[in-house]
């Protein structure tokens, strides 16, 4: 531990360091600067789909929005995951792993489109941002590695969501089905980091593919017309929202510590707005402005203190029997 760390600290026993990090100071701070970048990107992309998710849905529905930009996505991919395969690189951990992702991924995707049917869309933003609150409790009681600048960037990121998003009104069905959503995000952000270690584009391929599952209920009824307009929308959201963002999530996880990706993709709200200012002429009011303020703040809170090695120490936990 440093000089001057307190005693509290000292006494965290912590999982062992990942391979490359064994020790503290230098590279963890190349392990921030490879992972920060990629985890931007992310939030970013994520953040851009807002205004081309609300063309396609307005036009052919939630579900199948779902199975139209993972049909895409899987397409662009499968040439990279055929060649791959064929040569062997392709294990069954990363394609279990992925399809568990992918499965998660898909039943939150549902859950929160079937919660924004009942509640306002601030509300489901908030909701949805805390996601950030469950990996943090995992890191707390599972992995035992937690800290003081993880609790106040915690806190910050979570009083900043609320300002940008400004939700209101009670605790409904519209918010519990989020609020389970938020369970799942989480849940994906955790089994990224678990699966996520080999091959990021052969991933985001198996995280992806699930989601063609909800092409059923438009196979049964009869499917819908996709005019162009929706389709070059789609291939966006397959291409840049899914491929390349399941991706670059996968290698920034690669180098960061769950709690402190979770901040850096809270980002996503921040991005959002970013982008409805740009393209829609939504303005921020003051409050919400300081909202996103906070949260770039405990992003920066967050990853200066990994960098420091803060989040982790120089001696392994003991393995548990």
Known sequence: MPEGASCWQAKLIQRPLRPGQEVLGIRDERSVRKGLPALLATAMLWGSSFPAIKVVVGQVGGLTYVWLRGLLALLSLSPYVAVVIKRGKISRSLALGGLLTGLTYAVALWLQGWGMEYTTASNAAFITGLNVVFVHVYTALVRRAYGLHLASSLILSVLGLYALTAPGGGL???????????????????????????????????????????????????????????????????LACSDAAFALQALGQKHLEPATSAIILLLEPVFASLFAFLLLGEIMTPIQALGALMIVLAMLISCLMEGRGQGRQAQPSTPRP
């Open 172 to 238: 409904g069905v519209g918010e519990v089905l989020v609020l389970l959503s938020a369970v799942l995000w989480a849940a994906q952000i955790l089994l990224v980091d678990r699966f996520g270690r080999e091959d990021p584009i052969a991933f985001a391929f198996f995280e992806v593919a699930p989601t063609i599952a909800f092409i059923v209920p438009d196979a049964i009824s009869g499917m819908p017309s996709i005019s162009q307009e929706i389709l070059l929308w789609s291939l966006y959201l397959a």
